[in-house]
């Protein structure tokens, strides 16, 4: 039983490593990618010098989501079950799984120019994890010890890398929306486009978000016997539902568009970390055990 117990604290101090590593090698990415955003400004977008570098920040970005990946499932092995049940693990696995979609939709989306956003969130995120959230490998309490939790939380941190993504393209297109004659702006795509491109992301996250409220509804009722209570994580949920529910109303039937729209996609994912953050560090409830 003692080797057990010290096997597994081995290898929790071996995802940490990685885990560590691999933010090292994320500002590795973010450094490089800046680099050759500025040299797209000076330059213009087709410097060939600018681009190898994109290519090899997006290279280096996807060793870092590899060494992410090692670390996560070695928490997971040494918890002996998904490393999501706490704040810090929550974050972890989070950033690995935004950055991991972002790769994936770059081969599918024209959105190399968000790389630079992204992997500085990724760092912020991880650094964060590692200084604020950090915990040692616990047991999980009884309500956590169900198949629900996989299903509940996997799908809820696929919907807010979708809503991440999403919100990058909103906030460049406010700016792009506005007076500002920066030549940075002129590195980025259309108005038009990012709009299009933010809300593809948008619904894919709002229909990940629905099954979420519905899957966490369900494990409610199996873990405490009641589908809703109004526990404060229960109602931020809704709220951040209702708040992309109404971008999507807007963009569909009223015809919202530009900033309008943005606006909304920023108040949806500023109310996601807010309920990640705050609600989880200072109100009380049935969820405050967990990082969901």
């Known amino acids: 039983m003692t080797e057990v117990v010290e096997l597994n604290q081995e290898l929790a101090t071996l995802s940490r490593l990685l885990v560590l590593g691999a933010l090292t090698i994320y500002v590795v990415s973010f450094l490089l990618l800046a680099w050759s955003l500025t040299q797209k400004v000076s330059a213009g977008k087709n410097d060939k010098a600018a681009n190898l570098v994109e290519k090899i920040g997006l290279g280096v970005m996807g060793l870092a989501v590899l060494v992410q990946f090692v670390g996560v499932l070695t928490r ?8 999501w049940a706490n704040m810090y693990e929550f974050s972890i696995t989070g950033s690995f799984i935004v950055t991991f979609i972002y ?3 770059t081969f ?6 968000i790389a630079t956003f992204v992997s500085g969130f990724v760092v912020l995120i991880i650094g964060s994890a590692n200084t604020l959230f950090y915990v040692q490998v616990e047991s999980l309490m009884p309500a956590l010890q ?4 996989v299903i509940h939380v996997s799908v809820a941190i696929l919907a807010t890398a979708f809503f991440m993504i999403a ?4 906030a460049i297109l406010i700016a792009k929306s506005g007076k500002s004659k920066s030549k940075l702006l002129k590195v980025f795509p259309t108005v038009e486009k990012l709009q299009k491109l933010s809300y593809q992301f948008n619904i894919i996250g709002f229909i990940l978000w629905s099954f979420t409220l519905i899957a966490g509804a369900i494990w409610a009722d199996k873990a405490w016997h009641r589908f809703w209570g109004w526990d404060t994580k229960e109602v931020w949920t809704f709220i951040i539902w209702t708040i992309y529910a109404a971008y999507l109303h807007a963009t569909t039937t009223r015809g919202w568009e530009g900033k309008k729209a943005a606006w909304l996609t920023l108040i949806g994912f500023t109310a996601i970390l807010f309920n990640f953050t705050i609600v989880n560090l200072f109100f009380k409830g049935l969820h405050v055990y967990s990082g969901l």
């Open 76 to 83: 997971g092995i040494a918890a002996h079950r998904v490393p």
């Open 108 to 113: 599918f989306k024209d959105i190399k120019f």
């Open 103 to 105: 790769l994936v939709a």
């Open 146 to 149: 169900d198949y629900w939790l």
């Open 167 to 170: 919100a990058a393209l909103a």
